[in-house]
DNA sequence: ATCAATATCAGTAACTGTTACTATTATAAT
DNA sequence: ATTATAATAGTAACAGTTACTGATATTGAT
């Protein structure tokens, strides 16, 4: 039962999420499809990014900028907070599993995954502080 | 200018947050100062907690169940969110600095720090799994 | 101790991101 | 085609947080 249908919107909804590199929130996921359905609701967007999540079709990314931001990218990678211009960068490398490991070993609970974020700055930002660094020297 | 003055309801939500280590919302930290000052608003908790975390007395904790936390643990350590009991428990162990280290190896920009947050079971909730596995054996 | 300057407060309204509700429309199976 | 119902658009409700206003508390100077 529950037998899930086909739409349009959500269709849309997915491949910009596919296409995407920029970490989009529920609202500028709403900006983008309405070029294509100018009418589609805000809360239908919201319906299916929870739907697309639970689906395991897209990664939710919280981390406290007071809204929630998606990922279409189902390979595993780890993500950049560029403290510079405040953008969402993929950061790819190897699995840091190990460091479970390592939680594990002063600890009477169970460690079962991670979620790390990294901050810094994205190569764009991180180019002209050095320029800017230059000029004072 | 904008010399600090003390306030009661700021040194009663600080105290409560160096003592307690359930790692409390806004409105937790609302409803405890609340007993020695009935009439406190919430807001007043809020602007507190927010001036807290700017003169770094307390730390602001960020993932995704929709509202904040905050820590008067200043010491750097690690936390575990509970998937049996939904608690957040206390990590200790040595800092991760080196997965700073790893993560700047092949990217571009640069990495200045890092957030880590481990999901599993707390010691309580871990107890009660083990018990479990042993009544179906 | 009294006073003046102002940081902080209580109370409330406003704002933002998200979810829930309802009547209508689109999809898929018969 | 017909029918059942998943999904929609539009709107209202909701939760967490912030902003505003006039009153109060703290501080430093007299």
């Given amino acids: 039962m529950a037998t899930i249908k086909y739409s349009r919107q959500r269709q849309s909804i997915k491949e910009y999420l596919t296409e995407t590199k ?57 993500h950049l907070l560029c403290n510079g211009c405040g953008g969402v960068f993929d950061l790819m490398m190897d699995s840091l599993e190990h460091i479970d490991t390592l939680a594990a070993a002063n600890y009477e609970g169970t460690i079962e995954g991670h979620g790390v974020v990294f901050y810094g700055k994205c190569p764009e930002c991180a180019r002209k502080e050095k320029q800017k660094k ?4």
């Fill in 22 to 78: 920029e970490h989009p929130t529920a609202d500028m996921v709403y900006n983008n499809v309405r070029k294509y359905y100018p009418n589609i609701s805000l809360g239908t967007v919201y319906r299916n990014l929870n739907f697309l999540v639970e689906q395991k079709e897209a990664v939710r990314l919280t981390w406290g900028d007071g809204s929630e931001r998606y990922d279409g990218n189902l390979e595993p990678h780890y």
């Fill in 134 to 137: 230059k000029l004072k020297a």
